[in-house]
Nanobody, 123 residues
Protein backbone atom coordinates (compact mmCIF):
# COMPACT_ATOMS: atom_id res chain seq x y z
CA UNK A 1 0.00 0.00 0.00
CA UNK A 2 1.18 3.55 -0.71
CA UNK A 3 0.36 6.46 1.57
CA UNK A 4 0.08 10.10 0.57
CA UNK A 5 -0.14 12.69 3.34
CA UNK A 6 -1.37 16.22 2.80
CA UNK A 7 -2.86 19.20 4.58
CA UNK A 8 0.14 20.65 6.35
CA UNK A 9 0.92 24.33 6.40
CA UNK A 10 1.65 27.41 8.46
CA UNK A 11 -0.83 28.38 11.16
CA UNK A 12 -0.83 30.66 14.17
CA UNK A 13 -0.93 29.31 17.69
CA UNK A 14 -4.48 28.45 18.64
CA UNK A 15 -5.41 27.65 15.07
CA UNK A 16 -6.45 24.40 13.43
CA UNK A 17 -5.36 22.15 10.59
CA UNK A 18 -6.66 18.88 9.22
CA UNK A 19 -4.19 16.40 7.82
CA UNK A 20 -5.25 13.72 5.38
CA UNK A 21 -3.57 10.49 4.38
CA UNK A 22 -4.90 8.69 1.35
CA UNK A 23 -3.98 5.08 0.79
CA UNK A 24 -3.72 3.30 -2.51
CA UNK A 25 -4.25 -0.39 -2.90
CA UNK A 26 -6.77 -2.82 -1.61
CA UNK A 27 -7.98 -3.78 1.82
CA UNK A 28 -7.53 -0.39 3.45
CA UNK A 29 -10.25 -1.32 5.91
CA UNK A 30 -7.97 -4.09 7.20
CA UNK A 31 -5.17 -1.68 8.09
CA UNK A 32 -4.46 -0.05 11.38
CA UNK A 33 -3.33 3.52 10.81
CA UNK A 34 -1.29 6.00 12.76
CA UNK A 35 0.21 9.46 12.75
CA UNK A 36 3.73 10.25 13.93
CA UNK A 37 5.73 13.46 13.92
CA UNK A 38 9.35 14.53 13.93
CA UNK A 39 10.47 17.96 15.07
CA UNK A 40 13.87 19.37 14.09
CA UNK A 41 16.62 17.75 16.09
CA UNK A 42 14.27 15.28 17.73
CA UNK A 43 13.31 11.69 17.17
CA UNK A 44 10.09 10.75 15.52
CA UNK A 45 7.29 10.27 18.04
CA UNK A 46 3.83 8.76 18.18
CA UNK A 47 0.87 11.11 17.85
CA UNK A 48 -2.29 9.07 17.31
CA UNK A 49 -3.53 5.69 16.08
CA UNK A 50 -6.81 4.22 14.94
CA UNK A 51 -7.89 0.63 14.50
CA UNK A 52 -9.13 -0.87 11.26
CA UNK A 53 -12.77 -0.16 12.04
CA UNK A 54 -12.23 3.17 13.72
CA UNK A 55 -13.64 1.75 16.91
CA UNK A 56 -10.44 2.18 18.89
CA UNK A 57 -8.12 5.16 19.06
CA UNK A 58 -5.06 6.17 21.03
CA UNK A 59 -3.28 9.48 21.53
CA UNK A 60 -0.03 10.78 22.90
CA UNK A 61 -0.55 12.67 26.14
CA UNK A 62 0.74 15.85 24.53
CA UNK A 63 -2.13 15.97 22.03
CA UNK A 64 -5.04 14.49 24.00
CA UNK A 65 -8.07 16.73 23.93
CA UNK A 66 -6.69 18.75 21.00
CA UNK A 67 -6.19 16.22 18.17
CA UNK A 68 -8.69 13.75 16.76
CA UNK A 69 -7.88 10.84 14.47
CA UNK A 70 -10.60 9.42 12.23
CA UNK A 71 -10.92 7.38 9.07
CA UNK A 72 -13.21 6.95 6.09
CA UNK A 73 -12.73 3.46 4.73
CA UNK A 74 -14.90 4.23 1.71
CA UNK A 75 -12.39 6.93 0.74
CA UNK A 76 -9.26 5.00 1.82
CA UNK A 77 -8.35 8.01 3.94
CA UNK A 78 -7.33 8.67 7.52
CA UNK A 79 -7.51 12.15 9.02
CA UNK A 80 -5.88 14.03 11.86
CA UNK A 81 -7.87 17.04 13.02
CA UNK A 82 -5.57 19.32 15.01
CA UNK A 83 -7.10 22.07 17.11
CA UNK A 84 -5.61 24.61 19.50
CA UNK A 85 -2.21 24.16 17.89
CA UNK A 86 0.89 25.14 19.82
CA UNK A 87 4.38 26.07 18.60
CA UNK A 88 5.65 22.78 20.04
CA UNK A 89 3.41 20.95 17.55
CA UNK A 90 5.70 22.15 14.76
CA UNK A 91 7.06 19.07 12.99
CA UNK A 92 6.89 16.93 9.90
CA UNK A 93 3.86 14.67 10.29
CA UNK A 94 3.89 11.16 8.87
CA UNK A 95 1.06 8.73 8.41
CA UNK A 96 1.71 5.02 8.72
CA UNK A 97 -0.19 1.80 8.08
CA UNK A 98 -0.03 -1.84 9.06
CA UNK A 99 -2.09 -4.83 7.98
CA UNK A 100 -3.53 -5.59 11.39
CA UNK A 101 -6.78 -5.55 13.32
CA UNK A 102 -4.94 -4.36 16.40
CA UNK A 103 -4.40 -0.80 17.56
CA UNK A 104 -0.70 -0.11 17.00
CA UNK A 105 1.09 2.74 18.74
CA UNK A 106 4.78 1.98 18.13
CA UNK A 107 6.83 2.93 15.09
CA UNK A 108 8.22 -0.56 14.76
CA UNK A 109 4.69 -1.90 14.46
CA UNK A 110 4.07 -0.16 11.14
CA UNK A 111 5.11 -1.41 7.74
CA UNK A 112 4.09 1.42 5.45
CA UNK A 113 4.91 5.13 5.69
CA UNK A 114 3.87 8.24 3.84
CA UNK A 115 6.25 10.97 2.76
CA UNK A 116 5.40 13.46 5.50
CA UNK A 117 3.76 16.86 5.53
CA UNK A 118 5.16 19.94 7.28
CA UNK A 119 3.17 21.63 10.03
CA UNK A 120 4.50 24.93 11.34
CA UNK A 121 2.83 26.75 14.22
CA UNK A 122 3.88 30.33 14.83
CA UNK A 123 3.63 31.99 18.22
Amino acid sequence: VQLQASGGGLVQAGGSLRLSCEASGRSFSSYGMGWFRQAPGKEREFVAAISWSGGSTAYADSVKGRFTISRDNARNTVYLQMNNLKPEDTAVYYCAGVYSFRLVTTQSGYDYWGQGTQVTVSS
